[in-house]
């Protein structure tokens, strides 16, 4: 699986941006994808997962009820909604695709990376 992310920008805190990653490879539709980030002189992190079909979602308690993780298997893509953006929601965004069908929070679960899309949110 290639993974492709794109969207990211610059956008004042309170606002929105709505995060791309357009796959290709026979196994997408099989495979459950994430979202990370990294920050600078941070970890990358876990923010969001959905299993193969999206309809298991599940989020990190720093996103929920402003991120939706979703996906459209028929395009191959999967988004990221991003409402109510914080100045610490700055980092690169990543998208990516485990090894199971299941939504999984863990990086190494996750064998197929996109280049990484960057959102930086002014104060």
């Not at 004042?12 to 002189?41: E, H, I, V």
């Not at 999967?78 to 929070?105: F, G, H, I, R, W």
Request: glycine share 12%; charged share 15%; hydrophobic share 35%.
């Amino acid at each position: 699986v290639q993974l492709q992310a794109s969207g990211g920008g610059l956008v004042q805190a309170g606002g929105s941006l709505r995060l791309s990653c357009a796959a290709s490879g026979r196994t997408f539709s099989s495979n459950g994808m994430g979202w990370f980030r990294q920050a600078p002189g941070k970890e990358r992190e876990f923010i969001a997962g959905t299993n193969w079909s999206g309809g298991n979602t599940f989020y990190v308690d720093t996103v929920k009820g402003r991120f939706t993780i979703s996906r459209d298997n028929a395009k191959s893509m999967v988004y990221l909604q991003m409402n109510s953006l914080k100045p610490e929601d700055t980092a690169v965004y990543y998208c990516a695709a485990n090894k199971y069908s299941s939504a999984t929070y863990l990086v190494k679960d996750y064998n197929y990376w996109g280049q990484g899309t960057l959102v930086t949110v002014s104060s």
